[in-house]
């Protein structure tokens, strides 16, 4: 089977080690390594990465997310659970349209998210910025003054 591959095994190793390394450090997706990688380097057509990408996703975001809990980084379980049931919903449509739309399409409109993202981020205040959405996060603040007398 490793005969097969388009590529030495080690190529695809070292793109889930890179892809790893920035997706745990800055939590981005690993589409953002991933994609890019098995287009530009390994060849692969973009549906095809964009797909091979979702599949590696899963056990690498669990990984990272246990990581990051058992360091005793908070994190809001309902938001994560909300978030995941958009993200089911939004996968299918998402899937759908990629079958549909031409690769080339795809890998333009792929390169124009990047883009965007990267200047907002790039751009955006280093300010610490309140929740998004008032409740548990925006009110911890006052429960934890009241438990501790401060």
């Given at each position: 089977?490793?005969?097969?591959?388009?590529?030495?095994?080690?190529?695809?190793?070292?793109?889930?080690?890179?892809?790893?390394?920035?997706?745990?450090?800055?939590?981005?997706?690993?589409?953002?390594?991933?994609?890019?990688?098995?287009?530009?380097?390994?060849?692969?057509?973009?549906?095809?990465?964009?797909?091979?990408?979702?599949?590696?996703?899963?056990?690498?975001?669990?990984?990272?997310?246990?990581?990051?809990?058992?360091?005793?980084?908070?994190?809001?379980?309902?938001v994560i659970a909300l978030v995941i049931c958009g993200a089911l919903v939004g996968t299918l449509a998402g899937t759908e349209?990629?079958?549909?739309?031409?690769?080339?399409?795809?890998?333009?409109?792929?390169?124009?998210?990047?883009?965007?993202?990267?200047?907002?981020?790039?751009?955006?205040?280093?300010?610490?910025?309140?929740?998004?959405?008032?409740?548990?996060?925006?009110?911890?603040?006052?429960?934890?003054?009241?438990?501790?007398?401060?």
């Amino acid at each position: 089977m490793i005969a097969q591959l388009s590529n030495p095994w080690w190529v695809f190793m070292l793109l889930g080690v890179v892809a790893g390394v920035i997706s745990g450090a800055l939590g981005l997706g690993s589409g953002t390594v991933v994609v890019p990688g098995l287009v530009l380097i390994c060849c692969f057509g973009q549906k095809p990465a964009q797909g091979m990408a979702l599949a590696v996703m899963v056990p690498m975001a669990l990984l990272g997310a246990l990581r990051y809990w058992h360091n005793g980084i908070e994190m809001d379980w309902v938001v994560i659970a909300l978030v995941i049931c958009g993200a089911l919903v939004g996968t299918l449509a998402g899937t759908e349209i990629a079958v549909r739309l031409p690769a080339n399409v795809l890998r333009k409109a792929f390169a124009i998210f990047l883009v965007v993202v990267a200047v907002k981020m790039f751009t955006m205040s280093s300010k610490a910025r309140p929740p998004a959405i008032e409740g548990d996060a925006a009110n911890q603040n006052t429960v934890n003054s009241i438990e501790n007398g401060d």
